[in-house]
């Protein structure tokens, strides 16, 4: 088949690894923090760039339910791997934030202010497909309503984003079946696809955006043929039929709200930790707490929020405590959360497939095998 | 606003090693504030005065190992409006609560000449379990914020804030890397009570557990995580068998790797 794939633009540009230095150049020159993937305490991970030199070129990763490892690969891609431990909810939606503080004056008065946000206009690079949708979701739910989380609308406005096809999919990976990747739709000022294959290593560029048209105008390209155009979107077609996980999502809203007493609850629940990691590495998770501080003369005070769980106690704690004491129910509340009720509260599901959740379970629970467990013992509640 | 009247601060010794009281002292930045805010009352590694009771807050430190002890806190507890244990020792009986699975008689007489001049309990107890305790900090030393930020709640009258989640938050919230998942290192994380801000983890190491008990603990779940990652039962036990060896899910959780030996 010599067609290229119609989802690629026609227009499309093709850069090599010093055009992608270069992009990066210009994105700093025009002010931008330019955050991307690198190595960094045995994983990849997000942190600020300078160059292209940064990127983990040759890393990929294993990965599978509570185990990451580090890998070589075979040759020098520069995005040969998934995701990994952190996402760009750290960028977007700061873990912790002083909201504001307080200052109680000699007369008695008290002024209050808040800090402005950090004078930063972030350029993302390498956002997976999985993650533009996360970052989809948190903008509905945190700036898509009535009720605007300034905070992370000021670090959301203006946001760059350079995405990345996923070349390859991690042992975690099911954004096939969340219908949420591997090949990256909109939302997007630019979006490369690795392509590399003995002396070649070049980017596919597509543009989404004027802003990256003007960018990309700035750094060495070339126009691509048909022929890398299929190649990229062949990459991609491979990424996709190496999904590691997969999970059927026909009717999964009723499935779970009709399982409320499902015995694999209480199955999952001894194995669970209520430690929390799954819903702080979750990228659409956005729950968070606040905190007041005072100093000792009670002169000072300030609010501090921060990332929260509904694996902590607190989280559910009405008068006379928890509303959720045992594993079992919050294991049920997030899982149901997340994939059922999800979908009546903001329109989608609350999952997109990124595997973070299972890679990153200290005992390795897979979100994956719980729903398929359910759904082949299902018992309906009231049916 | 100056304070009408200035709280009351007395901080105790029981057995312990100072380190806990010592973080008093070692909030530099803060001494004068306190020392305007409080008065010390009682607090032998900072002064020798010594000021009568009631105490509006007393901070204790250390466990009860011996007769003497158990009758000293009731007394400071009758004499303390707020009583707050700090440490592993005063909250759960510390390190040397690993007597408490021992034959102490044994241990006397292996170390002293003259055994009969030893007075000792053959447990190391936490404070609670002789006397009713507003608030315990918990820690291994305690963390200096967070005894700020309870001293600051008692004497103005609010709740501390001081959450009981896992350290795994702490990991998370500061991006540090999972050392079990992505190297294979045990660690304690998952089921022990923030406060550190997860510092072990963040320098490659697994969580010691030095905050205790997180306020929910699976630590049978967690002892097959540390089987796949190639720590044994053993290992387990005994890190379980530290600063916190006799609070309560890390007690349990020791026992329950013994029973299935
Ligand atoms: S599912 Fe895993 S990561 Fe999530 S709270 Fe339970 S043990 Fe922790
Ligand atoms: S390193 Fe330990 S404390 Fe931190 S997230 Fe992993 S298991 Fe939890």
Redesign the pocket.
């Known amino acids: 088949m010599e067609t290229p794939s119609p989802e690629i633009a026609p227009q499309s540009s093709l850069i090599d690894c010093g055009g992608l230095d270069a992009l990066i150049g210009a994105l700093s020159a025009e002010g931008y923090t330019v955050i991307g993937p690198t190595l960094g305490d045995g994983a990849i991970v997000y942190d600020e760039i300078r160059s292209a030199v940064q990127l983990p070129a040759g890393w990929t990763e294993t990965q599978s339910p509570g185990a990451y490892q580090l890998a070589r690969r075979g040759d020098g891609a520069l995005f040969g791997y998934a995701v990994g431990p952190h996402s760009w909810k750290k960028l977007l939606h700061a873990p912790v934030l002083r909201l504001w503080r307080a200052q109680r004056h000699h007369d008695g008065s008290i002024t209050a202010q808040t800090d402005p946000p950090p004078p930063l206009r972030y350029a993302f690079i390498g956002v997976r497909s999985c993650d533009l949708h996360a970052i989809g979701i948190q903008d509905r739910v945190l700036i898509g309503g009535q009720y605007r989380d300034p905070h992370y609308a000021a670090r959301r406005g203006g946001v760059f984003i350079v995405a990345v096809n996923c070349i390859v999919a991690g042992g975690t990976c099911f954004c096939v079946s969340m219908n949420t990747g591997p090949r990256v739709r909109r939302g997007y000022d630019l979006a490369l696809t690795e392509l590399i294959d003995g002396e070649r290593h070049e980017f596919l560029v597509e543009t989404g955006s004027t802003r990256g048209a003007a960018i990309l105008n700035r750094i060495p390209k070339r126009p691509a043929a048909d022929s890398d155009r299929q190649s990229a979107s062949q990459a991609t077609e491979r990424a996709a039929s190496q999904m590691g996980r997969q999970l059927d999502t026909g009717g999964i809203k009723e499935l779970l709200l009709n399982n409320l007493e499902h015995p694999r609850w209480d199955d999952v629940a001894a ?9 702080m590495v979750c990228p659409t998770c956005f729950c968070t707490t606040v905190e007041d501080h005072t100093d000792l003369a009670a002169g000072a005070a300030e609010r501090i929020r921060s990332w929260d769980s509904c ?1 902590t106690m607190d989280f559910s704690h009405l008068h006379g405590g928890s509303v959720r004491a045992s594993i079992k129910s919050r ?1 049920r509340q997030w899982l149901t959360h997340k994939m059922a009720t999800w979908f009546d509260q903001f329109g989608t599901s609350g999952c997109v497939g990124c595997g973070r ?1 299972i890679t ?4 390795g ?1 897979d979100l994956t095998e719980e729903v398929a467990a359910i759904r082949s013992g299902r018992r309906d509640d009231n049916g | 606003m100056p304070r009408s009247r200035r709280a009351k601060l007395a901080v105790w010794k029981f057995t312990s090693c100072d380190g806990c009281q010592l973080s008093l002292l070692d909030c530099e930045d803060e001494l004068l504030e306190l020392a305007r805010e409080v008065r010390i009352a009682n607090f032998l590694e900072a002064t020798r005065a010594q000021l009568k009771g009631p105490y509006d807050l007393s901070l204790v430190e250390g466990s009860i190992t011996t007769p003497a002890d158990a009758e000293r806190i009731r007394d400071i507890r009758r004499r303390s409006r707020a009583l707050v244990t700090i440490g592993a020792c005063a909250t759960s009986g510390g390190i040397q609560a690993l007597r408490n699975f021992k034959n102490v008689p044994e241990f006397i007489a292996a170390v002293y000449a003259k055994p009969q001049y030893i007075s000792t309990l053959s447990t190391s107890t936490a404070i609670a379990d002789h006397v009713p305790v507003d608030f315990e900090l918990r820690g291994c030393p305690i963390d200096k914020r967070q005894l700020l930020e309870v001293i600051g709640a008692f004497i103005n009258g609010r709740k501390p804030s001081i959450p009981a989640h896992s350290v ?1 938050i702490a990991c998370k919230r500061s991006g540090t890397v999972c050392v079990m998942v992505a190297k294979k290192i045990p660690c304690l994380g ?1 089921i022990t009570h923030d406060g550190c801000g997860g510092i072990c983890p963040a320098y490659g190491r697994g969580c010691y557990g030095c905050y205790g008990p997180a306020e929910t603990v699976n630590a049978a779940s967690l002892a097959n995580a540390w089987h796949a990652a190639g720590a044994s039962k053993a290992q387990m036990h005994r890190a379980l068998r530290s600063f916190n060896a006799n609070a309560g899910e890390f007690r349990a959780a020791a026992e329950k790797l013994d029973e299935d030996d």
């Open positions: 194995r669970c930790l209520a430690c929390g990691n799954c819903t694996y294991y959740w990153w379970c200290p005992v629970i | 795994c998952p």
